[in-house]
């Protein structure tokens, strides 16, 4: 399988040689992605997120903190990288923004048990091939230490059809499309949830209110980006 791996990466190297996935500059390393200027200027872009905290989980206070790690602009780079991530097949895209989000959760010097990287729906993972998030969570793993916990949650299917249900309804419906794999208790226990990008933070409540029920009192999240819903 490494093998196999080697062999991949060597023939998208071919297919693709070294250039900065940003801007295009050529880039002397075979392993980078990006430039050193676009390193920099990733580097440089958090953001506050105690606004969407309150907004978005004002009535779920076991959700304790909120990271955003980039400030989302019109054709910037951290938008090129995460278009990489999810449409070109360049899940390695999500370790590097990854680390950059561990390095702000590592500043807070907030102990965590482990992360839990958002699921995607089985027929999204066949397509895509893998889920960015459980990339960009290895990223914050690599960055924090903090052990990733896999296949904890899962994205289940809709055993009926949307289509007659009223909005209050759907709301639900949503609410209940994600469930545990096995009976956890989660007491005591602090989870990072990692995410690709914020919008409306329907998904993300959906999972929270399921940690809820396993009874999770301390429950943070790390996302890239906000986009606007
Ligand atoms: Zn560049």
Same mark, same amino acid.
């Given at each position: ?11 998208? +190297? ?11 500059a ?13 390193? =920099?200027?990733l ?20 959700v ?13 780079? &951290? ?9 070109? +097949? ?18 807070q ?19 895509? /091939? ?7 969570? @290895? /990223? ?24 007659? =249900? ?10 209940r499309?994600?469930? =545990? ?33 396993? @009874?999770?009192? +301390?429950?943070?999240?790390? &996302? ?6």
């Amino acid at each position: 399988m490494k093998i196999f791996k080697a062999t991949l990466a060597g023939v998208k +190297h071919l297919l693709f040689p070294p250039y900065c996935l940003c801007c295009d500059a050529h880039i002397p390393f075979e392993n980078a992605m990006i430039c050193m200027d676009c390193e =920099l200027d990733l580097s440089c872009s958090m953001t506050d997120s105690d606004r969407e905290l309150k907004v978005i989980f004002y009535d779920m206070p076991q959700v304790k903190g909120l990271y955003i790690a980039f400030q989302f602009f019109d054709n910037s780079r &951290v938008q090129k990288l995460i278009h990489y991530l999810k449409y070109k +097949h360049y899940p390695e895209v999500g370790e590097l923004l990854g680390r950059k989000l561990g390095r702000i959760i590592k500043r807070q010097q907030q102990p965590f048990d482990f992360i839990i990287p958002v699921p995607i729906h089985p027929k999204k993972r066949k397509i895509r /091939g893998y889920n960015q998030a459980e990339h960009i969570a @290895k /990223g914050v793993m690599e960055e924090t230490g903090i052990p990733l916990a896999f296949g904890l949650l899962k994205k289940q299917r809709h055993s009926f059809s949307q289509t007659k =249900l009223n909005k209050e309804e759907r709301i639900r419906n949503v609410e209940r499309s994600f469930g =545990l794999r096995k009976k956890l208790n989660f007491k005591g226990k602090r989870v990072l949830l990692v995410d690709d990008v914020l919008t409306t933070g329907a998904t993300l409540r959906a999972l929270v209110q399921v940690l809820i029920e396993a @009874k999770a009192d +301390h429950i943070e999240i790390g &996302v890239l980006g906000k986009a606007e819903a």
